[in-house]
């Protein structure tokens, strides 16, 4: 079955440092697809940067990039220079026939 | 374009109760997923619908069902509420299947049950 781990459940930053959340994956498909999504508080959920597994180049957004491990099966997110506006639930998801999500990373930023 | 709405926003049931929430999704998007999101379990899969039809299902009980218009709107349904069934559901549309596309969250339908 596919699965999604995020092994920390909160983290902290101070503003405009680098942060990154870790997440591990489990897919019995070859070709998928991984995300990161953001839930601010009392907002709605949005994507924050997508990779294709098939792709070895590592995705990158603006502050955010990913490091794609796939024979480590792992996806993690770094946000640079961190922002107040970055204080968010973070989830992490695979998708191959579905989509699944980790329990997610409260992440906190502290002026 | 306007968003993903859901309606309603909240709502308090009744153990035993049944409710159906509704979903509109983004002009053109042809996928609607659900999700249960609650604070122990993060968000957890309940299905997904492409043309009507269902195509993939979480591990939930037959208590919740779902289904899609023609117009791509979706109602979902859960029977018999339970305490444990509490919790905010998202929907979420993409313009084609949810495997690889970007989906859409709408702001989700917070039930509460008594």
């Known amino acids: 079955a596919q699965t999604v781990t995020q092994s920390q459940p909160e983290m902290s930053v101070q503003e405009a440092e680098t942060v990154t959340l870790s997440c591990t994956y489990d897919?019995?498909?070859?070709?998928?697809?991984l995300f990161w999504y953001k839930q601010p508080p009392s907002r709605q959920m949005i994507l924050v940067i997508r990779?294709?597994?098939?792709?070895?180049q590592n995705a990158t957004e603006n502050r955010f990039s990913v490091n794609f491990q796939k024979a480590a099966k792992s996806f993690s997110l770094k946000i640079s220079d961190s922002q107040l506006g970055d204080a968010a639930m973070y989830f992490c998801a695979c998708g191959d026939d579905k989509i699944i999500f980790g329990k997610g990373t409260r992440l906190h930023i502290l002026p | 374009k306007a968003g993903v709405t859901q309606t309603p926003r909240y709502l308090i049931k009744t153990r035993g109760q049944q409710v159906t929430l509704s979903c509109s999704p983004i002009s053109g998007h042809r996928s609607v997923s659900w999700y249960q999101q609650t604070p122990g379990q993060g968000l957890q899969f309940l299905f997904e619908y492409f043309s009507e039809t269902q195509r993939n299902k979480g591990n939930f009980p037959g208590r919740f069902s779902g289904r899609q218009f023609s117009n791509s709107r979706s109602e979902m349904n859960v029977s018999t509420l339970e305490l444990g069934d509490s919790a905010l559901y998202l929907c979420a549309s993409s313009l084609e299947v949810v495997t690889y596309n970007e989906q859409f969250f709408g702001p989700g339908t917070r039930l509460t049950v008594l």
């Open positions: 990779q294709e597994a098939y792709k070895q």
């Open positions: 897919t019995s498909e070859s070709d998928y697809y």
